[in-house]
């Protein structure tokens, strides 16, 4: 009898896991993030109150957006983690720029991050390819923040393979600096590293093959990838481990396949949280890059809520 119950018990053991969602895992213990980016317009107008809102809604950390020099819009490192903790926030990552671009491509996208972040006309810095990386680093340790995530690949950075391999090596330089500094880097996707480049693989594929898997991690942004139609789940499987950060936001079912708040689309996030473990998900964040029909707080509670539902 004690060995058959030993028999039992160590079949238990060996199958608990697949008893459940692998999300009751790693998820339990996560804190509810929103990237900021999804707050831009209220910020632009009252960044301590809007902080502090969130905070009341039950967000818990945050994910700055592009940082440019030491600037968190238009405080220093010291200020904005002052009102970070006066509203009982904590900040885990920013985004930056990357840094081999043209002076063109950063034309249009610097009006995109706005408010007063901007910088004085002339040289433009807080991109990891310049000399600035350090002062980025150096802000985010200040913060304590546990990322830094690179936003995003110009188009220059990602036209041929020889392109994506010169910005994979950028990412590992600046991914040493990062570990050097207690900090890990990320890159974000948006969908157009997924187009293939030349009949080959597309970027993305690139960027993942080309950096060392300890110096740059991936954060998933879940609408993206949907967005562009690529097996998430294949690259959970291809590349455990390197997902640690994501983006939760969902899809509208129209055409358009527009923005909409967690958990009002379709988008199935129930099928990559089964796979978190796997994916190595330690932190997300909730984002939305366009708010319609309601205010961005409004926005904000209703992801939340989504968030809720999905057991997060």
Not at 7 to 23: I, N
Not at 150 to 161: G, K, N, Q, Y
Not at 174 to 201: I, M, S, V
Not at 221 to 235: E, G, P
Request: hydrophobic residues 40%; glycine residues 10%.
């Amino acid at each position: 009898m004690q060995r058959r119950s030993f028999v039992k018990t160590l079949a238990l053991a060996t199958t608990w896991p697949l008893a459940g969602p692998l999300s009751a895992q790693p998820t339990k213990k996560m804190k509810r993030g929103i990237q900021l980016y999804y707050l831009k317009q209220t910020i632009g107008q009252d960044l301590p109150g809007t902080l502090k809102k969130i905070a009341e809604m039950g967000y818990q950390e945050v994910e700055g957006f592009s940082m440019l020099g030491t600037q968190y819009f238009g405080q220093t490192a010291k200020a904005f983690g002052q009102m970070l903790a006066d509203a009982g926030l904590k900040i885990r990552s920013s985004h930056v720029w990357t840094g081999q671009q043209q002076p063109a491509e950063t034309a249009g996208l610097l009006q995109m991050v706005g408010m007063k972040e901007l910088p004085p006309p002339g040289p433009v810095h807080g991109f990891l390819g310049d000399d600035s990386r350090q002062r980025l680093i150096e802000a985010a340790v200040e913060l304590g923040q546990t990322y830094l995530g690179c936003v995003m690949t110009f188009p220059s950075e990602r036209a041929t393979p020889d392109a994506c391999k010169r910005t994979a090596d950028m990412l590992n330089q600046a991914g040493q600096a990062c570990r050097a500094a207690g900090l890990q880097l990320l890159y974000h996707n948006h969908d157009f590293e997924f187009a293939p480049l030349a009949g080959g693989p597309s970027a993305y594929d690139l960027l993942l093959a080309e950096t060392d898997p300890g110096l740059v991690k991936f954060e998933a942004d879940l609408y993206w990838f949907s967005k562009a139609r690529v097996d998430l789940l294949a690259l959970f499987a291809k590349y455990p481990g390197r997902f640690p950060v994501w983006h939760f936001k969902d899809m509208d079912n129209t055409a358009q396949q527009g923005f909409a708040e967690v958990g009002t689309g379709v988008i199935d996030f129930k099928k990559y949280l089964a796979q978190a473990k796997l994916a190595g998900l330690k932190h997300y964040f909730v984002e939305q890059d366009l708010v319609k029909g309601r205010t961005e707080l409004e926005s904000a509670q209703l992801s939340l809520a989504g968030l809720k539902k999905l057991g997060l």
